[in-house]
């Protein structure tokens, strides 16, 4: 975009010198404060359970490779590991597993193998690339009537087994979107009459599957909900709560860092009028990889996903038009001659924002790795040109056709910026090859963003609408298509969920990159779920965030 001239500030300012109207939106404040900042790691601590966690874990690599253990056995240990977040530490051994058990699998095997079973080995092979046949769930089908046979109804484990299952589905399975439909209908009439662990796993998965869930949280909750398949194996419990313990005692440290970082920053001073959400927006990239080796990489996506809460806000809810086409032209022009041309109060944000991103630059440079910093930095500027795109929409009163709307709502998702600046600190593992693969944009990526945009759409649309915002999808649609606000929202539901699909699809072997880079594509979506699925859970995060921060950060597990 050209400059658009010094001489719109002043006629962002009406007559009089009056301050202009500004969208503003009255966020509600942290429900967190400077309650982070104080915490204080002792390294001693990390490193006795580090040491503590190295005989267990020795003992469930020996379980993971014992030859001798039956193979529903194994499908099972495997299963539990990946429940509990450790799948990371023996993957090796447990592909080495499940690549002879793939080759052994015979259909005729699970003839007599009861529903619970079946969904557990289903899941075993499926969440970690291996397209197991959907076929193993035919026998529970009625052959004649083409439904589920009714006996499976009292097998309350076994219909869970089958439901999560579902959510693993691709295109064309139709057995696993009946399935998903028959359980989870079958399970809303009965979960009230049930008891124990098995009532709360039943109101978990109905809540939120495993397979959207994030994967901290979900092991988390497995310790609660599961203590009978937790105790199978002494040294698979005892490594997964001191491995727990370790992480959390990390990923406290980090969110200090990153709350003393933004509290040095002064945002809050300078740009009040933003919403103010660290450790919301730490547990969102926490949800994309929660490995010990990634901690640098959180730190630093964190930081830049912060940043696009300031810029977000600011087009969103605080500056005029005309400030917001010199903030674009400053942000595209990316040098700090821009600064004179833009408003005073969001000078301080544009000068930090260039010199953590030259910093690091200067840091990655030194490792050849600078490439993954500037596609970071061209998604920055992308976004900003999309937010534009759209407050021209709003101010003009223009409603996008839907399509319209869709190609830059993929950009103004913020998808592109989280997912690119997410791998800028992940080391060796992000190649030339690998940010070449990312930016062929492969359907796995399409797919996530999608959800990233419709999921998000489908829970803020009142509240834009209220606040005037012409561009919100659930509209876009009604204008393109003809159709009531209802029928809207149900068809962008049918297409999250034939993206979640196309994820599934894309993590299936053989892969074109490494899992570690497919991770945070499919973690994303995950996030948009926890965040998105039953409100807007980042602007109003009253509920589902805050459990799950006083979950990972607050409380501690029991040894």
Not at 27 to 39: A, H, I, T
């Given at each position: 975009?050209?400059?658009?001239?010094?001489?719109?500030?002043?006629?962002?300012?009406?007559?009089?010198?009056?301050?202009?109207?500004?969208?503003?939106?009255?966020?509600?404040?942290?429900?967190?404060?400077?309650?982070?900042?104080?915490?204080?790691?002792?390294?001693?601590?990390?490193?006795?359970?580090?040491?503590?966690?190295?005989?267990?874990?020795?003992?469930?690599?020996?379980?993971?490779?014992?030859?001798?253990?039956?193979?529903?056995?194994?499908?099972?240990?495997?299963?539990?590991?990946?429940?509990?977040?450790?799948?990371?530490?023996?993957?090796?051994?447990?592909?080495?597993?499940?690549?002879?058990?793939?080759?052994?699998?015979?259909?005729?095997?699970?003839?007599?193998?009861?529903?619970?079973?079946?969904?557990?080995?289903?899941?075993?092979?499926?969440?970690?690339?291996y397209k197991l046949p959907c076929d193993v769930f035919n026998k529970f089908k009625d052959s004649d009537t083409n439904t589920f046979k009714e006996f499976i109804t009292s097998d309350v484990r076994?219909?869970?087994?089958?439901?999560?299952?579902?959510?693993?589905?691709?295109?064309?399975?139709?057995?696993?979107?009946?399935?998903?439909?028959?359980?989870?209908?079958?399970?809303?009439?009965?979960?009230?009459?049930?008891?124990?662990?098995?009532?709360?796993?039943?109101?978990?998965?109905?809540?939120?599957?495993?397979?959207?869930?994030?994967?901290?949280?979900?092991?988390?909750?497995?310790?609660?909900?599961?203590?009978?398949?937790?105790?199978?194996?002494?040294?698979?419990?005892?490594?997964?709560?001191?491995?727990?313990?370790?992480?959390?005692?990390?990923?406290?440290?980090?969110?200090?860092?990153?709350?003393?970082?933004?509290?040095?920053?002064?945002?809050?001073?300078?740009?009040?009028?933003?919403?103010?959400?660290?450790?919301?927006?730490?547990?969102?990239?926490?949800?994309?990889?929660?490995?010990?080796?990634?901690?640098?990489?959180?730190?630093?996506?964190?930081?830049?996903?912060?940043?696009?809460?300031?810029?977000?806000?600011?087009?969103?809810?605080?500056?005029?038009?005309?400030?917001?086409?010199?903030?674009?032209?400053?942000?595209?022009?990316?040098?700090?001659?821009?600064?004179?041309?833009?408003?005073?109060?969001?000078?301080?944000?544009?000068?930090?924002?260039?010199?953590?991103?030259?910093?690091?630059?200067?840091?990655?440079?030194?490792?050849?790795?600078?490439?993954?910093?500037?596609?970071?930095?061209?998604?920055?500027?992308?976004?900003?040109?999309?937010?534009?795109?759209?407050?021209?929409?709003?101010?003009?009163?223009?409603?996008?056709?839907?399509?319209?709307?869709?190609?830059?709502?993929?950009?103004?998702?913020?998808?592109?910026?989280?997912?690119?600046?997410?791998?800028?600190?992940?080391?060796?593992?992000?190649?030339?090859?690998?940010?070449?693969?990312?930016?062929?944009?492969?359907?796995?990526?399409?797919?996530?963003?999608?959800?990233?945009?419709?999921?998000?759409?489908?829970?803020?649309?009142?509240?834009?609408?209220?606040?005037?915002?012409?561009?919100?999808?659930?509209?876009?649609?009604?204008?393109?298509?003809?159709?009531?606000?209802?029928?809207?929202?149900?068809?962008?539901?049918?297409?999250?969920?034939?993206?979640?699909?196309?994820?599934?699809?894309?993590?299936?072997?053989?892969?074109?990159?490494?899992?570690?880079?497919?991770?945070?594509?499919?973690?994303?979506?995950?996030?948009?779920?926890?965040?998105?699925?039953?409100?807007?859970?980042?602007?109003?995060?009253?509920?589902?965030?805050?459990?799950?921060?006083?979950?990972?950060?607050?409380?501690?597990?029991?040894?």
């Open positions: 975009m050209a400059a658009v001239g010094v001489s719109a500030i002043a006629q962002a300012n009406t007559k009089n010198n009056a301050e202009p109207v500004r969208p503003l939106a009255n966020f509600p404040p942290s429900k967190w404060g400077d309650v982070f900042l104080s915490f204080s790691l002792d390294d001693s601590v990390m490193e006795e359970c580090a040491k503590a966690m190295e005989e267990p874990k020795e003992e469930v690599r020996r379980l993971i490779m014992d030859p001798t253990m039956d193979s529903n056995k194994a499908l099972t240990l495997i299963y539990n590991v990946r429940r509990l977040g450790l799948t990371y530490m023996f993957l090796k051994e447990i592909e080495d597993q499940l690549d002879r058990l793939f080759k052994e699998f015979n259909l005729e095997d699970y003839a007599e193998v009861d529903l619970h079973t079946i969904s557990i080995n289903f899941q075993a092979f499926r969440h970690l690339g076994g219909m869970l087994g089958l439901y999560e299952s579902a959510q693993l589905r691709l295109k064309g399975e139709k057995i696993l979107d009946d399935a998903s439909a028959f359980a989870e209908t079958k399970l809303k009439s009965l979960v009230n009459t049930l008891e124990g662990d098995l009532a709360q796993q039943v109101k978990q998965s109905l809540k939120r599957p495993f397979h959207h869930g994030m994967p901290m949280v979900e092991a988390r909750l497995y310790f609660s909900n599961y203590q009978e398949e937790c105790s199978t194996h002494d040294s698979l419990l005892k490594l997964a709560k001191l491995h727990f313990n370790y992480l959390q005692l990390q990923q406290k440290e980090e969110l200090r860092i990153v709350s003393k970082w933004w509290k040095d920053m002064r945002f809050q001073e300078t740009t009040p009028y933003i919403r103010d959400r660290v450790p919301e927006i730490y547990l969102w990239i926490l949800g994309l990889y929660f490995e010990p080796r990634y901690s640098l990489a959180r730190i630093i996506a964190t930081k830049i996903t912060l940043f696009l809460v300031v810029l977000d806000d600011t087009y969103d809810a605080y500056a005029t038009i005309e400030e917001l086409r010199l903030l674009t032209d400053a942000i595209n022009r990316w040098d700090i001659s821009a600064l004179s041309q833009i408003p005073e109060y969001i000078r301080p944000f544009y000068k930090i924002l260039l010199n953590e991103y030259a910093e690091l630059e200067k840091q990655l440079a030194k490792e050849g790795r600078v490439n993954s910093v500037i596609a970071s930095k061209e998604a920055i500027q992308d976004i900003a040109r999309g937010y534009l795109e759209e407050a021209e929409w709003t101010n003009s009163g223009y409603v996008a056709s839907f399509p319209e709307y869709v190609k830059n709502g993929l950009i103004t998702s913020a998808y592109n910026v989280i997912s690119k600046s997410a791998l800028v600190g992940m080391g060796e593992i992000v190649s030339k090859d690998a940010l070449a693969w990312y930016e062929s944009h492969p359907k796995i990526l399409q797919a996530s963003e999608l959800i990233s945009r419709l999921q998000d759409d489908v829970m803020t649309y009142q509240f834009e609408r209220e606040r005037g915002q012409s561009a919100t999808g659930v509209d876009s649609y009604i204008k393109t298509y003809g159709v009531s606000e209802k029928e809207a929202i149900e068809e962008l539901k049918k297409m999250i969920e034939n993206a979640w699909k196309d994820i599934n699809e894309g993590c299936l072997k053989p892969r074109e990159v490494s899992v570690d880079l497919l991770a945070p594509i499919l973690n994303l979506a995950r996030m948009i779920d926890v965040v998105y699925r039953y409100d807007d859970g980042f602007t109003f995060p009253g509920k589902t965030l805050k459990e799950y921060i006083t979950l990972l950060f607050v409380s501690s597990l029991p040894m």
